[in-house]
């Protein structure tokens, strides 16, 4: 049996109030189980003069400096909104916004103002049941968008309340609020280890009007909610619901290491001894999560000492088996005793190039130098991980590469608040020898520090296990690690620094202090305390250091203001100033892309380009033809989340292909020229590139000659665009609106208006697609009915009736908007197409349309045939419009073909045109008829729409305002050539085969 006292909060019940706490500091015991509402805080468990000196076996069950950390609910509140602000966090807090009140009620007035009310907050009073620990404060729901509402938070500018934003849209299950509560076992903090349980609970909760209570008889295991997610969300939605619980768990122990640090280091006795760790401590904690529509996970609470009781009521036999299972594995992980040196050996022998040990192999080249204090760590870590049962480790892993911009933004603020320099701004130590503590709080590595070879130890575990001899290779270059040189560079220094402080003999000298000042005071001196928040502001979203070039000010006065902004290409009317905030560029229709600068004036704002989230780097913006009107907007980051103060607006506009083209004249001499490819996208390397003299003719006998020539048998003959020009070098003299896709040895044959309507009577046409297929499908329907007066941004199953008893049907594929696990496949979509046009006749007066930009593939073709088949659909006439061209421009958020994708693509549209005329459909070579003009789309961040929609009024006019509404006297046309020519191709072929020409 393991020795042990337990410790609860009326001592005296057990005769240990002083005598008996000073009776544990000289007993021979093995572990402290503390039931007291307290930590190292007070006295309650153990004296503080104890926890210093407690023998190397000896384990308590608590971690100092917890409660006033993360324990209380003020302590969670203030230590998750100190991390708001770091750049890692600014997407996916670890926890919803918060205020302690009363005393920043006036703070989380001032947001409530700005909000506008839209917002609901919970509040939660801090009476004695909250003080001592236990639940049951009383819960309130209000918002600021009602008078009464904001009456009665007025009240809380007397009470003592926490108040907690309310998660948006929370997980619902079978219509029930649901909370989550996770055991989770810490058995280091600095450097940190943790380890949550695999099993715990879901409590099934009341609605706000009764304060979220819990229902009773309704909990859950953890297995039943892995089981809800996958029938209901899809097969990957417990996997992300699980480890977004997983990565929020870790990230708030990891934003309050340096509290608990500095913590540690007031037990010490000596600030120039061995600073104290706490290794003694282990804490089994009850973290309370709550996950949104989108499973991801939120931290509300964190019990610092869960209820672990037997319960003896009908529905607690659920959570017994997990209390129970939980209490056991912990003991048995916490004294694990299986060799794990020999293993760690070898692991560290792989990373010996860029690993050392103090005192044994330390090295200038060396990333690190290894403590004891380290090996200590790892050799404990080993051991535990092996005797873990259920508790599944969660800090270090394998998958702490997620952590890396984390860790990051905590290495960068570390000069700033660090243990070192919180420990001296102390009282206690303020006396103490300043370059003796910083030697050792150098040499006592915290988890920033150690976060990169503990993930590749990790990584190095698991690769042994699986016997991964490549993996195992990439470990022994330092793979996983070696980018953190960049993230932290100091022990770099330090390594550095020792060497050159190591005597050269063996005499027992003390090194003399370098003449270097030591970090932390050039800091105080150089630039102060606000360095650590510029650090940050300079760093939204851990991509780039901060801009170490930028001019900046911190008055208040030019707090809204950009300090500079520029589009290249292009000139800014008027020319820039930090007044005014709106401009207008023009560039020609060749330029379809600017790269977009901006730089704010003020220390503490960033640039954000059309939205409050991004980055703040310069940014490529792909242009539509017309106006393009880009939002520079100038956000602050000393709040909470990123405020917009000022917006800047510039109209690039693209001048249209023909917007200064002169009037065409017949008459006048024209060379005949071609454009094979364009010069930037040069795919095809046995053609030449840019616009090619193609005939010694002239314009018109050219014309006459190509009359002249046979019908083309098929729409895929192969064709080119060719175009008038003065002079084919000089591309400012051709006429674009007389350019035409025309074949080399035939000439297509295009149905009139009339014959295209008479064609499609009677005629069921179903498109599946995405929009470039809905540009042709509206098109046809202009085409066939003489005019639109009906279109939108159809991403569902929408049907079209037109007078001549002519019905179209569209369905959007693929959605892409939709968690991967709910988009449907492409034959599920198909058929639901098929289902709700029905009745479909097995012949030519049903046409089915499939294709899209470049989604398209060879298998889909024979899903298609397949499903036909199986429809007693397969005498039905099908066309594939081929891919198009589009993502050749590297702007952020959108895929980027470059030459070498590009020329994939062309592989595959070969073997799907392949596909297409083996199984008897019509393909429609959009794709060659696209890419030579691919800077010449019309619109779209994709730079793949060849069409655009322009809005007429009632004497076919167009106004500026787009509708996707039918409004009485308003019409709609499909403009763009492209898009038109394919489109009347396409038609012209299935009546063809009608036999209407």
Not at 165 to 177: A, K, S, T
Not at 505 to 518: G, I, K, L, W, Y
Request: aromatic share 8%; proline share 5%; glycine share 4%.
């Amino acid at each position: 049996a393991v020795p042990a006292f337990f410790v609860e909060d009326n001592c005296s019940m057990l005769g240990l109030c002083t005598d008996g706490l000073a009776h544990i500091e000289n007993a021979d015991w093995v572990v402290l189980v503390c039931m007291a509402f307290n930590d190292g805080d007070s006295a309650s468990c153990m004296l503080r003069s104890t926890i210093a000196n407690l023998k190397p076996h000896q384990k308590m069950s608590r971690i100092p400096g917890v409660r006033s950390t993360l324990w209380k609910k003020e302590a969670l509140c203030r230590s998750t909104m100190d991390a708001h602000h770091l750049p890692a966090l600014l997407v996916s807090p670890i926890a919803p916004l918060c205020w302690t009140l009363p005393s920043q009620y006036d703070s989380f007035a001032g947001v409530i103002s700005a909000l506008s009310g839209k917002r609901r907050w919970i509040f939660k009073s801090l009476g004695p049941s909250s003080v001592s620990g236990q639940s049951g404060a009383r819960i309130q729901v209000l918002s600021g968008d009602t008078e009464v509402s904001l009456k009665h938070m007025q009240m809380y500018q007397h009470q003592a309340a926490i108040v907690q934003e309310m998660i948006e849209e929370p997980l619902l299950v079978d219509g029930f609020h649901v909370s989550i509560r996770a055991y989770v076992l810490v058995t280091s903090t600095s450097p940190l280890r943790v380890y949550w349980h695999q099993e715990g609970l879901v409590y099934f909760r009341q609605d706000e009007a009764s304060g979220f209570k819990k229902i009773h008889n309704r909990r859950w295991f953890f297995a039943q909610l892995r089981q809800y997610l996958a029938r209901h969300h899809g097969d990957n939605a417990e996997e992300k619901a699980f480890s977004s619980m997983e990565q929020a768990i870790v990230k708030c122990f990891l934003v309050s290491e340096s509290s608990l640090a500095v913590f540690y280091g007031g037990l010490a006795k000596n600030p120039n001894e061995n600073l104290y760790r706490c290794n003694h401590c282990f804490q089994l904690l009850g973290v309370d999560l709550i996950l949104n529509k989108t499973l991801d996970a939120t931290v509300v609470e964190i019990n610092g000492q869960p209820d672990m009781r037997e319960s003896t009521k009908k529905d607690g036999w659920a959570s017994n088996t997990i209390k129970a299972t939980a209490i056991e594995e912990m003991f048995k992980l916490l004294f694990a005793s299986e060799e794990a040196a020999p293993q760690l050996a070898i692991a560290l022998e792989y990373l010996k190039r860029h690993v050392g040990l103090e005192d044994i192999s330390c090295h200038k080249e060396d990333m690190l130098c290894l403590t004891r204090e380290d090996l200590e760590y790892m050799l404990a870590t080993v051991r535990q991980n092996r005797a873990r049962g259920n508790f599944l480790q969660i800090y270090p892993s394998i998958s702490g590469e997620v952590y890396d911009s984390l860790v990051k933004d905590l290495s960068h603020s570390s000069k700033a608040r660090s243990p070192y320099a919180m420990l001296m701004r102390s009282h206690k130590h303020k006396e103490a020898d300043d370059f003796a503590i910083r030697q050792r709080w150098r040499d006592t590595h915290d988890t920033t520090v150690l976060h990169g070879i503990l993930t590749s130890l990790e990584h190095f575990f698991e690769a042994k296990a699986l016997d991964n001899t490549q993996q195992l290779r990439d470990l022994a270059a330092f793979g996983k690690v070696q980018p953190l040189k960049e993230v932290m560079p100091a022990p770099v220094q330090v390594v550095e620094e020792r060497v050159k402080a190591r005597p050269e003999s063996n005499d027992q000298t003390e090194p003399t202090m370098p003449a270097q000042e030591p970090i932390e005071r050039q800091q105080e001196k150089d630039t102060g305390k606000e360095d650590f928040v510029d650090s940050l502001v300079g760093n939204v979203f851990g991509g780039a250091a901060p801009d170490k070039t930028r001019q900046c000010v911190k008055e208040p006065s030019v707090l809204k203001h950009l300090s500079s902004l520029s589009v290249t290409p292009g000139k800014l009317v008027p020319r820039f100033s930090s007044t005014n905030t709106s401009y207008l560029a023009t560039v020609a229709n060749e330029i379809n892309m600017v790269h977009v600068a901006a730089q704010t004036a003020h220390c503490r704002t960033e640039v954000r380009l059309n939205t409050m989230q991004g980055t703040n780097q310069p940014f490529n913006w792909s242009l539509s033809v017309g106006d393009n009107y880009i939002n520079i907007l100038v956000v602050s980051l000393e709040h909470t989340e990123a405020w917009m103060v000022n917006r800047y607006v510039v109209n690039v506009h693209r001048q249209a292909l023909t917007e200064h083209e002169l009037r065409f004249d017949e008459s006048q001499p024209h060379e005949v020229c071609y454009l094979p490819q364009d010069c930037d996208l040069k795919v095809y390397t046995e053609l030449p590139c840019g616009i090619t003299h193609l005939s010694s003719r002239s314009w018109s006998q050219y014309n006459k000659d190509q009359e002249s020539l046979s019908a083309c048998q098929n729409a895929y003959t192969p064709g080119r665009w060719v175009l008038p020009c003065t002079k084919c070098l000089s591309r400012e003299t051709c006429f674009w609106r007389e350019a035409k896709w025309l074949a080399r040895e035939c000439r297509y044959v295009l149905l009139s208006r009339e014959k295209m309507a008479q064609c499609m009577r009677d005629k069921k046409l179903l498109f599946i697609g995405d929009s470039t297929v809905r540009g042709m499908m509206f098109s046809l329907i202009e085409k066939v009915n003489g005019s639109l007066h009906t279109w939108n941004k159809a991403h569902a199953i929408r049907s079209y009736q037109l007078p001549m008893n002519a019905s179209f049907g569209f369905s959007y594929y693929p959605q892409f908007w939709l968690p991967k696990a709910k988009q449907p496949v492409f034959d599920r979509a198909l058929h639901l197409l098929l289902k709700t046009q029905v009745p479909l006749n097995n012949d030519g007066r049903t046409v089915l349309v499939i294709g899209g930009v470049q989604w398209l593939s060879s298998h889909h073709i024979q899903v298609v045939e397949k499903a036909l088949r199986k429809a007693n659909l397969s005498k039905v006439t099908v066309v594939v419009k081929m891919h198009g061209s589009g993502f050749n421009q590297p702007v952020p958020g959108v895929i980027y073909n470059n030459l070498a994708k590009t020329r994939k693509l062309l592989h595959r549209h070969r073997l799907m045109l392949n596909a297409s005329l083996q199984t008897g459909f019509i393909p429609i070579d959009t794709f060659s008829m696209t890419l030579p003009r691919h800077k010449h789309y019309i619109y779209g961040r994709c730079a793949c729409h060849f069409h655009t929609v322009v809005v007429l009024d009632e004497h076919g006019n167009p106004v500026p305002d787009r509708t996707e509404s039918p409004i009485p006297g308003i019409r709609y046309h499909i403009d763009g050539p492209v898009n038109s020519f394919y489109t009347d191709l396409m038609a012209s072929e299935v009546c063809r085969r009608e036999g209407i020409t």
